[in-house]
């Protein structure tokens, strides 16, 4: 009895060691959701929920007062626009509940997934450590990369969502093509699930291909002639929902270009960002000589042969294929743990696991600082710390819904989270067409060499009622008859109303 007993307790004492942290990790980001930390792309998002809730059907550019589509308003955010519409919630509070559902669907998609490779009741959480831990000695953040400190930051946006939905889909897939009794309406709900993924977030849709291509290739057994063609009913399915969503063509987004310098850091020190997942790696390489089709293997070969194909080609949007290669590696590094096999090699195994998960909890150790004051935390650990964006509630006390602010790139970012809109949007507009002579408006207003006749021409052609400028940012002077001071905010900026 005794010796029967101890595979149970050594089980129940993995189960706490890996689940004890990830409650830690799970009220952690529950307390950032609270306090939504402001950062990145966040007034995007905000300002397609405030366009939504004015103009459901037809809500025009998000970021300018131009009637043009955009590949933001997808259907999780056409969902929260409806929330924020009949409940009249305010948008930052619409986007914690996008967040809270975003948290939910990640963490219980890894779960999901996880148990489809192993019934181990530890397995699952020791991989959701790996993969908001195993990442690097430097610090990354980026949507779409799951990493503590990224994810704090990008919790709320459609990045999380769709990853978590993306989970779901692996783990059903995988269990859709085990079976022998799934009839159409799986594979057609499977399509469905796949679209809403890609039309939510397209970069990580491009991951769940990925990943979904991988399940398939890697199914034990092979799947019979009918399984497949239910699955080519799926994916066309999808196509077809893919071509007829009313809010942006999905499909003109292959044309587009201008990414490639925004991710040409995503192929920059990879060893400092990414490190710590090659202990994955190993555990992949010992999965590869178990079962040369294994899911993990080729969800991991297909996204390095895309991340590299990018990076040779100089097509480096396609590094946002990136978590392709580091996701299977992180879950690998977990599941090895529990593989069967000699004693020693797993120990030896699980203590590089254990020592790079520290490592990588001590890159990001900062994070707690997004929900508690910096001077509560230890000197090195709020040394790590970075404070986020402080927004424009100021500017939104003055400012009313669909006023057009002239401001510069950054406050761009920010502006349009509050209902006004900006002269030029803060982010690359592929599907506004005179994109570039709006950021060269906004670029002569500010210039030194500009007149001030030119500067009012500016502010009249594009119908522009306040300015908000940073001390020695240019434009009209400060006490220019067509300008009055109306209020101020962090770092010298300036609220001035036009009135000449």
């Not at 570039?436 to 002569?444: G, K, L, P, T």
Request: net charge positive; aromatic share 12%.
């Amino acid at each position: 009895m005794r010796v029967a007993t101890k595979p149970v307790i050594r089980e129940v004492a993995r189960s706490a060691a890996a689940f004890v942290p990830v409650l830690l990790l799970l009220v952690l980001l529950l307390l950032v959701i609270v306090r939504l930390p402001w950062a990145g792309d966040l007034g995007i998002h905000a300002a397609t929920i405030e366009r939504l809730r004015h103009h459901l059907a037809d809500p025009g550019n998000p970021l300018v007062d131009a009637d043009t589509p955009s590949p933001y308003y997808s259907p999780w955010m056409l969902l929260l626009g409806c929330l924020a519409k009949v409940t009249g919630l305010g948008t930052f509070v619409v986007l914690r509940v996008a967040a809270l559902v975003g948290l939910s669907l990640l963490v219980t998609g890894v779960f999901r997934f996880v148990r489809t490779f192993s019934a181990r009741r530890a397995a699952a959480p020791l991989a959701l450590l790996c993969l908001v831990l195993l990442w690097g000695p430097a610090l990354f953040n980026w949507s779409g990369f799951p990493g503590l400190n990224s994810l704090a930051l990008t919790i709320s946006y459609p990045s999380t969502f769709a990853l978590g939905l993306s989970f779901h889909f692996w783990a059903l897939l995988r269990k859709a093509l085990r079976g022998r009794g799934e009839r159409w309406p799986v594979f057609l709900g499977l399509g469905l699930l796949w679209a809403v993924i890609l039309l939510s977030h397209q970069f990580t849709g491009v991951v769940a291909s990925v990943g979904g291509l991988a399940m398939v290739l890697g199914a034990r057994p092979w799947p019979s002639r009918a399984v497949l063609a239910r699955l080519a009913g799926g994916v066309a399915l999808g196509v077809v929902l893919l071509g007829l969503w009313p809010y942006y063509s999905f499909f003109e987004l292959f044309g587009v270009g201008g990414l490639e310098q925004i991710h040409r850091s995503l192929y920059r020190d990879l060893l400092a960002h990414f490190g710590l997942a090659l202990v994955g790696v190993a555990a992949l390489a010992l999965r590869w000589r178990r079962f040369r089709r294994d899911p993990l293997v080729l969800f991991f070969l297909l996204g390095a042969a895309m991340f590299a194909a990018g990076g040779l080609t100089g097509h480096y949007s396609w590094g946002r294929v990136l978590p392709a290669v580091l996701i299977p590696a992180q879950l690998a590094a977990a599941l090895e743990v529990f593989e069967r096999g000699r004693v020693e090699v797993r120990r030896v195994f699980a203590g590089l696991l254990g020592v790079a998960l520290l490592v990588g909890a001590w890159t990001q150790a900062g994070t707690p600082g997004y929900v508690v004051p910096r001077d509560a935390l230890p000197v090195r650990v709020a040394a790590k710390y970075r404070p986020p964006w402080p927004g424009y509630k100021w500017l939104a006390q003055e400012v009313r819904y669909g006023d057009v602010v002239m401001a510069k790139t950054f406050p761009s970012r920010q502006i349009p989270a509050y209902g006004p809109y900006t002269v030029a949007p803060g982010y690359p507009d592929f599907f506004l067409p005179d994109q570039e002579e709006r950021v060269a408006a906004v670029r002569d207003y500010f210039a030194a060499g500009t007149s001030r006749a030119e500067r009012l021409d500016i502010l009249r052609r594009y119908g522009v009622r306040w300015v908000v400028a940073y001390p020695g940012d240019g434009g009209l002077r400060s006490d220019d008859a067509a300008l009055r001071r109306v209020a101020a905010g962090p770092g010298g900026q300036v609220l001035y109303e036009v009135v000449g």
